[in-house]
């Protein structure tokens, strides 16, 4: 029998219906933005579509077509615990569908590391896009806790998964004005830009900067040279307000 985890915010952060989620990140891929084909990883953000969707959408749209294994490393919003997790399963479920765990590196990765299992809105929003972006690839979900180890992640997924591509779930600062969020959101892009981990510091603003700090140094092991800005928004621009916003922000690392 199968180890599925099945959704836990569809008809929320996402559509429950299996057509209208199909066509809300369909019209979410349909941008300007083209595939990166050097791309190793990107950062991208995890809040409801309405509000992050078109900026998670250009940098679904802008990695390469093809790939086979998608990591996704997203932050615990719910769950405490410490360190790292890797959910050692066959399959993570949305209304579209099953989308395949690579067994056979989760499996050396549950040798090294946690395997708590839960439903993490961070991570199971980036799944309708990988379905529909590389309806073939396998995922290696990873959800970190307090403390994790970035730079010990990062050595573990080079060495059991070299060749996947990165995803590194992350919203920016939460409820603070506009225009002092779109200032906290540029010392985080601007960091990740210069492509150093030790520049994503713990000070600055995004829910999910363990995860692009793991990206960074998976970004150093395969000597990427160039990260690139592609989109940001705040929730204000999806109509939400100017006093309390949301940041989201896409980015890319190519070698």
Not at 60 to 79: C, E, G, L, Q, Y
Not at 100 to 115: F, R
Not at 130 to 140: F, G, K
Not at 181 to 200: H, M, N, Q, W, Y
């Amino acid at each position: 029998m199968s180890d599925v985890l099945k959704p836990g915010f569809a008809g929320s952060f996402y559509p429950a219906d299996p057509s209208g989620l199909r066509a809300a990140v369909s019209d979410l891929l349909d941008n300007s933005c083209e595939p990166l084909n050097k791309a190793i990883g990107m950062v991208v953000p995890h809040a409801g579509y309405v509000y992050s969707g078109i900026t998670a959408g250009c940098g679904f749209a802008s990695a390469p077509d093809n790939i086979n294994t998608v990591v996704v490393i997203a932050p615990s919003h719910r769950f405490p615990f410490q360190g790292e997790t890797v959910f050692d399963i066959d399959f993570l479920e949305t209304p579209l569908g099953k989308c395949m765990v690579n067994k056979q590196v989760t499996g050396k990765l549950a040798v090294e590391m946690e395997t708590i299992v839960f439903n993490e809105h961070s991570l199971e929003v980036m799944i309708p896009f990988i379905q529909i972006r590389w309806p073939d690839a396998t995922i290696v979900p990873i959800v970190l806790g307090s403390e994790p180890d970035c730079s010990g992640l990062a050595g573990l997924l080079q060495s059991h998964a070299p060749d996947a591509f990165i995803v590194a779930s992350s919203d920016l600062s939460h409820f603070y004005p506009l225009n002092v969020a779109r200032k906290l959101d540029r010392l985080v892009i601007d960091a990740f830009l210069t492509l150093s981990p030790e520049g994503i510091t713990d000070t600055l603003e995004a829910c999910g900067k363990a995860a692009i700090r793991t990206l960074l140094y998976i970004a150093a092991l395969r000597k990427a040279g160039n990260a690139v800005e592609l989109h940001y928004s705040t929730s204000a621009d999806a109509g939400a307000g100017k006093e309390e916003v949301v940041g989201y922000f896409s980015g890319m690392v190519m070698r």
